[in-house]
């Protein structure tokens, strides 16, 4: 046995003491989820019913204290709330820190760290109540619940025609790295999800789709006019790209102010027969 191997074992020996002391006094540290119920007992019921729970890489020993922390110094002081980790008092960063020493596994919970979200002061806990028992343990269903803050995209909702759409997370990922208004703005990925019939690839596409998306010419939570689109009467739509100086001379608009071009581009977000978008 050569002298650094013997200085190693002997290291370990000496240190070990320390280290089952170090153990065993984090261990003493926790309480335990039947000192936790024994005041909270409402809660823990109720806890015991939610998607928490039920995770198989839930810690069931240490239970509550897996969030909030070792619990024996709140216990031994009569509940001082200082000497347990409540989450009413961490900032929107440090609560969703917490959530995330678990949640950071799971790669669409892991890009919240860089989401606009985050970086607007927004924690999980702003959103999410991890002792309910809703779905995805929400505080409100759906667009009720991203109603709360982006009220000016609510009322949209309330306009003459609107998305018949009441999970705003069906188009939109509220934990992405992206703006959350263009986490999913691609025009095949959210937009064709539903209206499959008008996307790519064509043979000839309509170059906006490509470049600006559904968004350059349809509102898309809601408008006063049909289809969605952004202006009435739909000339002045196309007028926005395609001007009367570069379309044909028989296109001028007091020719056409009151037709609408789709009545002969019948094919206006692409064609796989005609590079002018006409009737196939």
């Known amino acids: 046995m050569n002298q650094s191997f013997r200085r190693l074992i002997l290291g370990l020996l000496l240190a070990a003491p320390l280290l089952w002391s170090a153990a065993s006094q984090a261990e003493d540290d926790h309480a335990g ?14 806890f015991e019913a939610t998607a928490h729970s039920m995770t198989p890489n839930w810690d069931r020993e240490k239970g509550c204290e897996s969030c909030h922390g070792p619990g024996v110094e709140h216990i031994d002081s009569g509940g001082d709330m200082d000497k347990i980790v409540r989450f009413a008092d961490l900032s929107p960063k440090e609560a969703s820190e917490q959530c995330l020493t678990c949640h950071q596994r799971q790669e669409k ?3 919240f760290i860089r989401s606009i979200h985050r970086l607007g002061d927004v924690g999980c806990n702003d959103c999410h109540n991890p002792h309910s028992t809703a779905d995805k343990l929400l505080i409100a269903p759906g667009a009720e619940l991203c109603s709360k803050c982006h009220q000016a995209i609510a009322a949209q909702f309330d306009l003459p025609r609107s998305h018949p759409i009441t999970e705003c997370a069906k188009c939109h ?18 937009c064709g999800s539903c209206h499959f019939e008008k996307t790519s690839p064509f043979l000839y596409s309509h170059d906006v789709l490509l470049v600006d998306g559904c968004s350059a010419c349809h509102e898309v939570h809601g408008s006063p006019n049909r289809h969605l689109l952004k202006h009435e009467p739909q000339v002045n739509l196309c007028y926005q790209c395609h001007s ?8 001028s608009t007091p020719r056409f102010l009151n037709e609408k071009c789709t009545a002969c581009h019948t094919a206006i977000h692409g064609s796989n027969t005609s590079p002018f978008f006409l009737e196939e």
């Open 33 to 46: 989820t039947e000192a936790c119920a024994a005041c909270h007992e409402e809660v823990a019921e109720l």
């Open 109 to 111: 919970h892991f890009s």
């Open 173 to 190: 990922e509220p934990h992405a790295t992206k703006a959350i208004r263009t986490s999913k703005t691609l025009y095949d990925q959210t």
């Open 244 to 251: 009367a100086s570069v379309t044909p001379g028989w296109h």
